[in-house]
C-alpha cells in the first residue's frame, strides 16, 4: 500500500466483501452487542445445578422438625439468611435418626449433614468441611431436685443411669466413668431422654451442648439444672457425602464457611435461643 491509497477513504462494497471471504466477517460495535445479548440468552437456558440435599438428625435448637416435612431450626434460618443467598441451593429434607442421616451420606441420598461432632469425622462415605460453626460445652441435665450438683471428676458419674443418643462412640473418659448408658433412638431422642429424666427413669440426660436441653425444657416447661462436665470444648461442624458433586461442595464450602466464620453463628444462636423463632435481621 502506498501513502497515497491511505487517504482514499473507504474501499468499495465489492472490495469489503472480498475481504471477508479472505479474512472473515468484520464485526461492528452493534454486531457485537447482538452477539453478545444471545451468548446470555443461551447461557441463560442452561439448566441451573440441582441443590444440595441437606439433612440431618434433631439437636434441637439447631435442627428441629417432624417426621416428612421438611427440618427446620436455627440453621436452617441462618443458613436461608447468609448461605443462599451466595448462590447455593439447598433442599431441606426432613429429619432422621442418626443412623439414618450417616446411611444417606453414603448411599448419596443426603449431600450435607448439619451437625456432627467427634468420632463423626470418620463416617465411611463422608467427609468433615474443615471449619466448624459452633463451639459447646458437654452437660448433664439432672431433675430440680436431684443431690447431683457439680462433677469435678467423671468418675462423679459411677452408678449413675445416664440416658443419650444411639449410635456413636463415647470419649474414653465417658466410658471409664462407670456410669450405665442408657442409649435412646430415633428422631426425637433428646424428647425421649428429657422424659425418662421426668418420669425418673434416668439419673441424668448427657448432652454434648447446653442449649438443647435448655431449649427443650423451656419449650415444655418442664424445670431442669444443667450440671457441666469437666470435658473440652466440643466443636460442631458439617459433613458432605463422597458421592455429592465437588463443584457443588465446593461452592458451598466456599460461602458457607465465610458465613459461619468467627462467632457469627454463635451471636445469631443466643439471639433465636429461648424463643424458637428466628433471630431479628
Same mark, same amino acid.
Given at each position: 500500500?502506498?501513502?497515497?491509497?491511505?487517504?482514499?477513504?473507504?474501499?468499495?462494497?465489492?472490495? +469489503?466483501?472480498?475481504?471477508?471471504?479472505?479474512?472473515?466477517?468484520?464485526?461492528?460495535?452493534?454486531?457485537?452487542?447482538?452477539?453478545?445479548?444471545?451468548?446470555?440468552?443461551?447461557?441463560?437456558?442452561?439448566?441451573?445445578?440441582?441443590?444440595?440435599?441437606?439433612?440431618?438428625?434433631?439437636?434441637?435448637?439447631?435442627?428441629?422438625?417432624?417426621?416428612? /416435612?421438611?427440618?427446620?431450626?436455627?440453621?436452617?434460618?441462618?443458613?436461608?439468611?447468609?448461605?443462599?443467598?451466595?448462590?447455593?441451593?439447598?433442599?431441606?429434607?426432613?429429619?432422621?435418626?442418626?443412623?439414618?442421616?450417616?446411611?444417606?451420606?453414603?448411599?448419596?441420598?443426603?449431600?450435607?449433614?448439619?451437625?456432627?461432632?467427634?468420632?463423626?469425622?470418620?463416617?465411611?462415605?463422608?467427609?468433615?468441611?474443615?471449619?466448624?460453626?459452633?463451639?459447646?460445652?458437654?452437660?448433664?441435665?439432672?431433675?430440680?431436685?436431684?443431690?447431683?450438683?457439680?462433677?469435678?471428676?467423671?468418675?462423679?458419674?459411677?452408678?449413675?443411669?445416664?440416658?443419650?443418643?444411639?449410635?456413636?462412640?463415647?470419649?474414653?473418659?465417658?466410658? /471409664?466413668?462407670?456410669? /450405665?448408658?442408657?442409649?435412646?433412638?430415633?428422631?426425637?431422642?433428646?424428647?425421649?431422654?428429657?422424659? &425418662?429424666? +421426668?418420669?425418673?427413669?434416668?439419673?441424668?440426660?448427657?448432652?454434648?451442648?447446653?442449649?438443647?436441653?435448655?431449649?427443650?425444657?423451656?419449650?415444655?416447661?418442664?424445670?431442669?439444672?444443667?450440671? +457441666?462436665?469437666?470435658?473440652?470444648?466440643?466443636?460442631?461442624?458439617?459433613?458432605?457425602?463422597? /458421592?455429592?458433586?465437588?463443584?457443588?461442595?465446593?461452592?458451598?464450602?466456599?460461602?458457607?464457611?465465610?458465613?459461619?466464620?468467627?462467632?457469627?453463628?454463635?451471636?445469631?444462636?443466643? &439471639?433465636?435461643?429461648?424463643?424458637?423463632?428466628?433471630?431479628?435481621?
Amino acid at each position: 500500500m502506498t501513502g497515497d491509497q491511505g487517504a482514499q477513504g473507504p474501499a468499495p462494497a465489492a472490495s +469489503r466483501n472480498a475481504s471477508a471471504r479472505r479474512h472473515g466477517p468484520v464485526y461492528n460495535g452493534a454486531m457485537l452487542r447482538s452477539l453478545a445479548a444471545l451468548f446470555l440468552a443461551a447461557a441463560c437456558t442452561c439448566p441451573a445445578a440441582a441443590p444440595l440435599r441437606v439433612g440431618g438428625f434433631i439437636v434441637a435448637p439447631l435442627v428441629l422438625g417432624e417426621p416428612g /416435612k421438611p427440618l427446620r431450626g436455627a440453621l436452617r434460618d441462618f443458613m436461608e439468611r447468609e448461605v443462599m443467598p451466595g448462590g447455593v441451593a439447598l433442599r431441606w429434607m426432613p429429619p432422621t435418626s442418626l443412623a439414618e442421616a450417616y446411611a444417606g451420606l453414603r448411599d448419596g441420598s443426603l449431600d450435607v449433614v448439619l451437625v456432627a461432632s467427634g468420632e463423626a469425622a470418620r463416617q465411611p462415605g463422608a467427609a468433615p468441611f474443615d471449619w466448624n460453626f459452633l463451639l459447646t460445652r458437654p452437660h448433664l441435665a439432672v431433675r430440680d431436685d436431684s443431690p447431683l450438683r457439680a462433677v469435678p471428676s467423671l468418675h462423679r458419674l459411677a452408678g449413675l443411669e445416664i440416658g443419650w443418643v444411639a449410635g456413636p462412640n463415647l470419649s474414653p473418659g465417658l466410658r /471409664k466413668s462407670g456410669a /450405665k448408658w442408657l442409649r435412646a433412638e430415633g428422631a426425637d431422642w433428646q424428647i425421649e431422654n428429657l422424659r &425418662r429424666l +421426668r418420669a425418673g427413669t434416668l439419673d441424668a440426660a448427657y448432652f454434648e451442648n447446653e442449649y438443647s436441653p435448655a431449649y427443650l425444657a423451656r419449650m415444655a416447661g418442664m424445670p431442669i439444672r444443667l450440671v +457441666r462436665l469437666p470435658m473440652p470444648p466440643r466443636p460442631f461442624f458439617m459433613l458432605y457425602s463422597l /458421592k455429592a458433586k465437588k463443584a457443588d461442595i465446593a461452592r458451598f464450602d466456599r460461602v458457607a464457611s465465610a458465613a459461619f466464620e468467627g462467632r457469627r453463628f454463635h451471636d445469631f444462636l443466643e &439471639r433465636y435461643q429461648g424463643t424458637g423463632v428466628p433471630a431479628p435481621r
